[in-house]
């Protein structure tokens, strides 16, 4: 969907700074129809929106605000904190033994040494294609892994016996235009008394970071196997 976002009447003066996803439904394996139109077009601020249909009903919205880009390197300044570089990470094994499917083992993780449950410091990567036969921008193999924030450090034990913990939407902010392969991710996870909880993560890439991810999770207890 950022793909298509980035794709729809694209404005060379205007950069994508803010991605909303709304998660509606379960997104089935199949045919999948995605719609994208100008909310609110403007000379220096546009709002796009993106609809993915899957089986005849919508389960995904997004919407990206593009604003217009000038020279402020002058005043630019980063008050987030760095992340521990690709090269100093060891491998993550651990992701893909908590989290089984077909997504996690198409990725390259890699843990950092003050990795935590709800403190993640962490980074991935992907050789997949966002859509077959097209080429994929940094921007869009990115973003297509910022939802993994929500797994990297829970504080709770998922599955039988423990709880679910799915997130909802998925809100980035990017405050420059992220480069390169890797997606490095600084979470804090926050867990409410009432059932509800929030990933928030300072997005990174080898340089430095660009921006901001927050997930809101419903949470609810997983009956053990032999209950």
Partial sequence: MTAEILAHDPRPELRLARLSFEILGTLHYGPLTVTTRTVRPGRTIE????????QGRVVLVARAWRLVISDTADVA?????????VAQCRPFPAMEQRWPGGYIKSLEMRVAPDHAPGHG????????????????????RLMGM???????????????GGYGFPNVDLQIHLYR???????GYATTSNMGSDGIGLTSSVLHDERGPFGRSEQIQTVRKVPSVDA
């Fill in 77 to 85: 300044v980063t008050n987030d904190s760095a992340l521990t570089p």
């Fill in 121 to 140: 410091r962490c980074w991935s990567t992907t050789a997949v294609d966002m859509i077959a036969g097209e080429p994929t921008s940094d921007l869009v």
């Fill in 177 to 183: 235009d992220p480069v390169g392969p890797w997606l």
């Fill in 47 to 54: 709002l796009v929106e993106s609809t993915l249909v899957a």
């Fill in 146 to 160: 910022a939802d993994t924030s929500n797994g990297v450090a829970p504080v709770l034990d998922a599955g039988p």
